[in-house]
């Protein structure tokens, strides 16, 4: 038996290394000592995405489901992406530790800003 576990984000959640509460985060986020004092928001990388919130079939009208052959789930796709630095509500966040690292998995509804590299695909201010 394998000891190599594998952490798997579900849903519309991310997995976020912490960055420990600074005024200035790495990526140049100035953040006011109001929020970090106060743990309303904090920020982190994103290291897992999960794969979206499922979509109901479009062409699925039965009140009866189960009739229906099997179908290829489809996902509304996440905004946020691995490698993006992620700004987002602290109280929404669930601290957990796996192989004794520290990280939040937070619902991409609390994410606040994303600060990403790549700047080819989307327009950002």
Known sequence: MS?????IVVGDRVLVHVEEGEERSK?????PPT??????????????????LP????SETSDEPWRTGPRETRFVPM????????????????EITFENERYLVVPQSAI????REDHSEEQFI
């Not at 929020?35 to 979206?52: F, H, S």
């Not at 979509?55 to 479009?58: Q, S």
């Open 55 to 58: 979509m109901p079939d479009p």
């Open 3 to 7: 000891d190599h576990k594998k952490l």
């Open 79 to 94: 905004q946020a992406r691995t490698g993006d630095y992620a700004l987002f509500f602290r109280k929404a966040a669930v």
């Open 112 to 115: 606040l800003a994303l600060v």
């Open 35 to 52: 929020a970090v004092d106060n743990q309303a928001v904090q920020g982190g990388n994103i290291v897992a995405t999960g794969p979206g």
């Open 27 to 31: 990526v140049g986020l100035y953040l």
